[in-house]
């Protein structure tokens, strides 16, 4: 059987959208029982209990390697300190640099998280001596404070990176 340039094409093709609708059916949404988001997670993807996070997943491990994780951290704010954006990421970046060894900032911007104005901030450094590689994401919603943390050791950062992407871009800020 000969099969044309185009017919090759058209199959790869297909096979393509049937492996995307595949991993897609492969996600659940996680709801948040204390506060109002929402999140689509891969089915693979574990819950952990974190004390002080809402929600924490890892991502199943591969290879020895420290598995990517995903936290979600939903932190009341008094009303009185007219919190900014601006002050969640002087936080953001002063307890990274606290916490991690050979802290290095790699990206600082501004973005839309969950339908409203947010920041971005992606680091690396060193935890217990395994290079490491974070994303968080951080937006303000009736004084809640929106902390999102994607982070994996450098060789399985590549690895996770478009999942942990995926599940930070999925969170959705849900009218309360």
Excluded at 149 to 176: M, W
Aim: proline residues 5%; charged residues 15%.
């Amino acid at each position: 059987m000969n099969i044309s340039n185009f017919s090759r094409a058209r199959l790869l093709l297909a096979a393509a959208l049937i492996g995307s609708a595949a991993s897609q059916a492969q996600a659940a949404e996680f709801k948040s029982l204390a506060y109002p988001y929402t999140l689509i997670v891969p089915d693979d993807w574990q819950s952990k209990k974190v004390e002080g996070v809402d929600v924490a997943l890892a991502a199943p491990s591969t290879g020895g390697l420290v598995p990517a994780s995903l936290n979600v951290s939903a932190t009341p704010v008094p009303a009185d300190l007219k919190v900014t954006l601006d002050d969640l990421r002087a936080l953001m970046l002063k307890q990274a640099g606290e916490a991690v060894k050979n802290f290095k900032l790699i990206g600082d911007t501004s973005l839309t998280v969950g339908g409203l104005p947010g920041r971005e901030l992606s680091y690396s450094g060193l935890q217990q001596s395994v290079p490491m590689r974070w994303v968080q994401r951080v937006t303000l919603k009736n004084n809640v404070a929106y902390i999102l943390t994607f982070g994996a050791s450098q060789s399985a950062f590549d690895k996770n990176q478009a999942a942990g992407l995926a599940v930070l871009d999925s969170f959705k800020l849900n009218a309360k």
